[in-house]
């Protein structure tokens, strides 16, 4: 079975600053996806950012982007210019290609911005 | 264009009640999947329904169940309730179940059993 893991549950960052948030994870699958999924006060669970794992480079979308490590088995999230906004609960999901196939949620992180 | 659609917001309920929940996809989303959240399990997959059935179930006992009409909207129910079925409940619609296609979540239902 795949499993995630957040080793830290707390993180807390400067406005402006960057931070990074980690993830490993464990499956015996070759190809899949990677996930980091937001989720503020408002409870709605935002995708963030995506990764597939047969592609070599890493996602990045505008402030947030990834570290994919596949050998190591590590995806961890980067958050450059961090906004007062980016306060939140983050959580790494993995999803293997098969159709139906669940989310793995990580416990997640809850991640402060300091004005 | 509507997002996904989750009522009621909060719940209470007593234990040993039922409670249903329900889920309105985004517009053209036939895939549709529950998660409980609660703060020591963290996200648990429920169930993912596409076209009317029941695709994928998680680890969770018979009292929960689900279902999904024609116009993909989607009710999970819970009989029998119990306090450890205090949770946040998460919708996600996806236009089909493949994982090429990412799910848009909704905002949930938080209930609390007493």
């Known amino acids: 079975a795949q499993t995630v893991t957040q080793s830290q549950p707390e993180m807390s960052v400067q406005e402006a600053e960057t931070v990074t948030l980690s993830c490993t994870y464990d499956?015996?699958?070759?190809?899949?996806?990677l996930f980091w999924y937001k989720q503020p006060p408002s409870r709605q669970m935002i995708l963030v950012i995506r990764?597939?794992?047969?592609?070599?480079q890493n996602a990045t979308e505008n402030r947030f982007s990834v570290n994919f490590q596949k050998a190591a088995k590590s995806f961890s999230l980067k958050i450059s210019d961090s906004q007062l906004g980016d306060a939140a609960m983050y959580f790494c999901a993995y999803r293997n290609l098969m159709a139906n196939s669940k989310l793995t949620f990580g416990k997640g992180i809850t991640l402060s911005v300091r004005p | 264009k509507a997002g996904v659609t989750q009522t009621p917001r909060y719940l209470i309920k007593t234990r040993g009640q039922q409670v249903t929940l329900s889920c309105s996809p985004i517009?053209?989303?036939?895939?549709v999947s529950w998660y409980q959240q609660t703060p020591g399990q963290g996200l648990q997959f429920l169930f993912e329904?596409?076209?009317?059935?029941?695709?994928n179930k998680g680890n969770f006992p018979g009292r929960f169940s689900g279902r999904q009409f024609s116009n993909s909207r989607s009710e999970m129910n819970v009989s029998t309730l119990e306090l450890g079925d205090s949770a946040l409940y998460l919708c996600?619609?996806?236009?089909?179940?493949?994982?090429?296609?990412?799910?848009?979540f909704g905002s949930g239902t938080r209930l609390t059993v007493v």
């Open positions: 499956t015996s699958e070759s190809d899949y996806y």
């Open positions: 329904y596409f076209s009317e059935t029941q695709r």
């Open positions: 517009s053209g989303h036939r895939s």
């Open positions: 990764q597939e794992a047969y592609k070599q």
């Open positions: 996600a619609s996806s236009l089909v179940p493949e994982p090429s296609y990412g799910y848009t």
